[in-house]
């Protein structure tokens, strides 16, 4: 069974080769029948590609170009289209026969793409966009081929630089659409269509308005009958990519955020590859609108931009802003593509002016014989009606006066009125207005005025540096300036005089000086005593004296009068007193260096300070703290005394003594000691200050302690605790004390003959010790 399985099995597979060699026959057959046929045809087809080759001695050319874009609305503006997306050239082009223009099917189109170099829109060629397309035609009414290329980069392209490349390609007939040559043996001969004219330096001079161009463009029918290329856009501008748009501001200091003080002034900055066609075209779309208090002031277009040269595609304007006005400005760029950027709102207010003052019911140095009614208004368009301040002051008294009428404010503006405040000749004064006011900007405005209400002459004041002399005691004094306000002028030149503690004098011309002036009308005349005129200590009152026009006499010091129980003096009037001189001060019963013994009350310190005109006070310090201070009617008192501790340590005394003036005497001791002493060596001071008193008075109280070496050699020094005089002889100690002296020496005496026996009996006992144990051995 195996066997003739195997045997089936090889008559199996030579059956398969046999089948396999008949087919593989039979491939090689219709091979060799197609080769013979391709040969024979060969000869056929070379004769009908010599004969529908192209000619490039032919007309080619392009008859048109259409271009079709991606948008619904485009501009142009002069020789340029705009576009923010792709654009399509349809171009078609004749100069072939109808034989020939069936054959082309394949073409290579070149667009010239260019960049801007300068501000002045010079050009400069980038590249040539090349694209392989697919090539239409139509025969009636005449032989066209029709070409399409899309144009995706951005860039200018040029529409007079376009070149069309067709490759010859054998002929098939009847055929629409070409394709590429298959036949490698026949040589490929290529014609070139050129539509290339470059142009460099192009002005654009012209402004036309923008026109809107259709999705669809003439079609290859239409081209023929269109015979105005040469009046249609040069150049297709696409730019894809928005302005950038930034604006700073020079002044940048602010209150709340809005308010500014000072005027201010913006930079725009625009960077834009295609911004200088919206310059050179003159494009009027709005980048800048500003408006001022709500009314348009101002609009900035491209024209209105510069650029620095050396970027041309940064362009830069400046807009100012001066004036008081609440300011909004809004910018925005759109380029002629219609790429629009980003836009920027500002509102801010700029206030450069302080508030404004208007005062009516008086004037400046006016004079009056009857009531007044001052009203004052302060105003600002942005005013702080909280920071308005006002005061009526009656300048004799420094009274101020209270308005009876109740203010008017708002917003912008608060009004006042003074009114009642002049009941009769007792009200007779200088009065002054002063106010002062504040807007949201910190603009301060301050000021004051001042008339006079009176019927019986001159009005007189005195400047701030001679107020502060005034009624005062000083070292040194400075000149006197007083002023004088007359609403008729003076009939002779006023008296000017001074009382030195109570004798007058009348100056002379070289002892003052007068600047006289016209006040809206009065005559203010300001005199200047000088300072020589108080050269000495002593007391100085200085008046002047004048008769006006009308006959009034009037003073500067009119006569101290009495009011409620109080002393009243003229507004101009004043005395002073000049003290250079020190206080003269005496300290009894103390030195430097010294050691004073007395009783546990202390020591008894005196002192005597006068002055030459009046003290203030006297103190005393003890290691710098104030142990006493004598001020008021004390510090008159002929003697001044004060008790010091006795401690037993060294102190520093300091004794001042100062007057009004400020002038200071001060009296120092150092190292000064207070001891206790026993009262029997008080008593038995006492006995011998009144068995030997004429001695006693000459001596001197004070015991130095660096003389004393020890308590033993001052024995026989007895202290006087009151008067603290030192004795001029050593007084005896009593016998008692001397026996117990005497009683110690013997003492000791028998103490050390103790020791020197104890120490014999010692070396005694020592020595027969040693001796038994020499004995011993």
């Known amino acids: 069974m195996c066997k003739q399985r195997n045997l089936g099995d090889m008559c199996f597979f030579k059956r398969l080769k046999c089948g396999c060699a008949r087919i593989g026959v039979y491939i090689g057959i219709i091979a060799f029948i197609s080769v013979a046929i391709v040969a024979a045809l060969l000869p056929l087809n070379s004769i009908a590609y010599a004969k529908n080759s192209y000619n490039a001695a032919k007309g080619l050319h392009i008859a048109?170009?259409?271009?079709?874009?991606?948008?619904?609305?485009?501009?142009?503006?002069?020789?340029?289209?705009?576009?923010?997306?792709?654009?399509?050239?349809?171009?078609?082009?004749?100069?072939?026969?109808?034989?020939?223009?069936?054959?082309?099917?394949?073409?290579?189109?070149?667009?010239?793409?260019?960049?801007?170099?300068?501000?002045?829109?010079?050009?400069?060629?980038?590249?040539?966009?090349?694209?392989?397309?697919?090539?239409?035609?139509?025969?009636?009414?005449?032989?066209?081929?029709?070409?399409?290329v899309e144009l995706q980069k951005e860039g200018i392209y040029d529409l007079q630089d376009i070149s069309i490349r067709l490759a010859a390609v054998t002929m098939h007939p009847k055929r629409i659409w070409g394709g590429v040559d298959s036949n490698p043996h026949v040589s490929k001969q290529t014609n070139y269509i050129s539509n290339e004219n470059r142009l460099?330096?192009?002005?654009?001079?012209?402004?036309?308005?923008?026109?809107?161009?259709?999705?669809?463009?003439?079609?290859?029918?239409?081209?023929?009958?269109?015979?105005?290329?040469?009046?249609?856009?040069?150049?297709?501008?696409?730019?894809?990519?928005?302005?950038?748009?930034?604006?700073?501001?020079?002044?940048?200091?602010?209150?709340?955020?809005?308010?500014?003080?000072?005027?201010?002034?913006?930079?725009?900055?625009?960077?834009?590859?295609?911004?200088?066609?919206?310059?050179?075209?003159?494009?009027?779309?709005?980048?800048?609108?500003?408006?001022?208090?709500?009314?348009?002031?101002?609009?900035?277009?491209?024209?209105?931009?510069?650029?620095?040269?050396?970027?041309?595609?940064?362009?830069?304007?400046d807009v100012s802003f001066s004036g008081d006005a609440s300011w909004n400005v809004r910018y925005c760029v759109e380029d002629l593509s219609g790429n629009v950027s980003s836009s920027i709102s500002n509102k801010f207010i700029i206030d450069t002016l302080a508030p404004t003052v208007s005062i009516t019911g008086v004037q400046q140095g006016g004079a009056y014989s009857h009531a007044v009614v001052p009203t004052l208004v302060i105003k600002d368009r942005w005013l702080k009606p909280e920071s308005v301040t006002y005061s009526l002051r009656r300048m004799r008294y420094a009274k101020e006066l209270r308005s009876f009428v109740p203010r008017k404010a708002d917003s912008q503006s608060v009004s006042v009125q003074y009114a009642g405040f002049y009941n009769g000749i007792q009200d007779d004064d200088v009065y002054q207005l002063q106010w002062s006011a504040k807007d949201l900007v910190d603009h301060v405005?301050?000021?004051?005025?001042?008339?006079?209400?009176?019927?019986?002459?001159?009005?007189?004041?005195?400047?701030?540096?001679?107020?502060?002399?005034?009624?005062?005691?000083?070292?040194?004094?400075?000149?006197?300036h007083i002023e004088e306000l007359n609403p008729s002028g003076l009939a002779s030149p006023a008296k000017i005089s001074v009382m030195q503690d109570g004798v007058e004098k009348i100056l002379s011309k070289q002892d003052f000086s007068v600047n006289s002036r016209i006040d809206h009308g009065w005559q203010r005349l300001t005199y200047t005593i000088f300072k020589r005129n108080f050269a000495d200590n002593a007391h100085y009152r200085v008046r002047v004296m004048s008769v006006d026009k009308v006959g009034n006499h009037s003073c500067s010091e009119s006569a101290v009068s009495k009011k409620e129980g109080m002393l009243q003096f003229a507004p101009a009037s004043v005395q002073f007193t000049v003290d250079n001189l020190a206080p003269i001060a005496t300290v009894f019963d103390m030195q430097n260096n010294s050691t004073y013994r007395t009783n546990k009350e202390g020591k008894t310190l005196r002192i005597s300070a006068k002055d030459n005109i009046a003290l203030q006070y006297v103190t005393i310090d003890v290691d710098g703290k104030t142990n006493r201070i004598w001020n008021g009617k004390d510090v008159n008192k002929s003697v001044l005394s004060t008790k010091l501790k006795p401690d037993g340590f060294t102190h520093d005394v300091l004794v001042k003594a100062a007057d009004y003036a400020g002038n200071i005497t001060i009296l120092q001791y150092k190292n000064v000691k207070i001891v206790s002493i026993a009262n029997k060596l008080v008593k038995k001071s006492e006995a011998d200050k009144k068995s030997k008193n004429s001695e006693s008075k000459d001596t001197d109280s004070s015991d130095d302690g660096s003389d004393?070496?020890?308590?033993?050699?001052?024995?026989?020094?007895?202290?006087?605790?009151?008067?603290?005089?030192?004795?001029?002889?050593?007084?005896?100690?009593?016998?008692?004390?001397?026996?117990?002296?005497s009683v110690n020496y013997i003492g000791i005496v028998a103490y050390i003959c103790a020791g020197i026996i104890a120490i014999l009996c010692a070396v005694l006992g020592i020595s027969i010790i040693f001796k038994k144990k020499i004995n011993n051995q």
Not at 290 to 317: C, I
Not at 710 to 738: G, L
């Open 200 to 317: 460099s330096g192009n002005k654009l001079c012209s402004r036309k308005p923008i026109l809107s161009i259709p999705d669809s463009v003439l079609n290859a029918s239409d081209l023929t009958k269109d015979n105005s290329y040469s009046k249609r856009s040069r150049y297709i501008v696409i730019d894809k990519i928005a302005p950038r748009l930034s604006v700073s501001y020079d002044n940048n200091a602010s209150y709340e955020g809005k308010y500014f003080r000072n005027n201010r002034a913006s930079r725009i900055l625009i960077q834009d590859d295609s911004f200088v066609f919206s310059y050179l075209l003159h494009d009027s779309y709005p980048i800048a609108k500003v408006f001022a208090d709500g009314k348009q002031v101002m609009v900035l277009t491209a024209k209105s931009f510069k650029n620095d040269g050396v970027h041309t595609n940064m362009w830069y304007a």
């Open 445 to 480: 405005i301050s000021g004051k005025l001042q008339f006079s209400i009176n019927r019986s002459g001159s009005s007189f004041s005195i400047d701030s540096s001679t107020k502060a002399m005034n009624r005062k005691q000083l070292q040194n004094a400075k000149d006197i």
């Open 64 to 148: 048109n170009v259409s271009v079709m874009t991606k948008q619904k609305t485009v501009r142009t503006q002069g020789e340029y289209m705009f576009t923010k997306r792709s654009a399509s050239l349809l171009i078609t082009f004749d100069g072939l026969d109808a034989s020939e223009i069936r054959n082309a099917h394949k073409a290579t189109v070149s667009v010239g793409r260019y960049q801007i170099v300068s501000a002045k829109a010079d050009l400069a060629k980038i590249e040539a966009v090349s694209s392989l397309v697919n090539i239409r035609y139509k025969i009636r009414p005449r032989v066209l081929g029709i070409v399409r």
């Open 708 to 741: 004393d070496g020890s308590d033993n050699s001052s024995d026989n020094d007895d202290w006087i605790a009151r008067s603290q005089v030192k004795k001029s002889e050593k007084s005896f100690e009593n016998a008692d004390s001397f026996k117990r002296n």
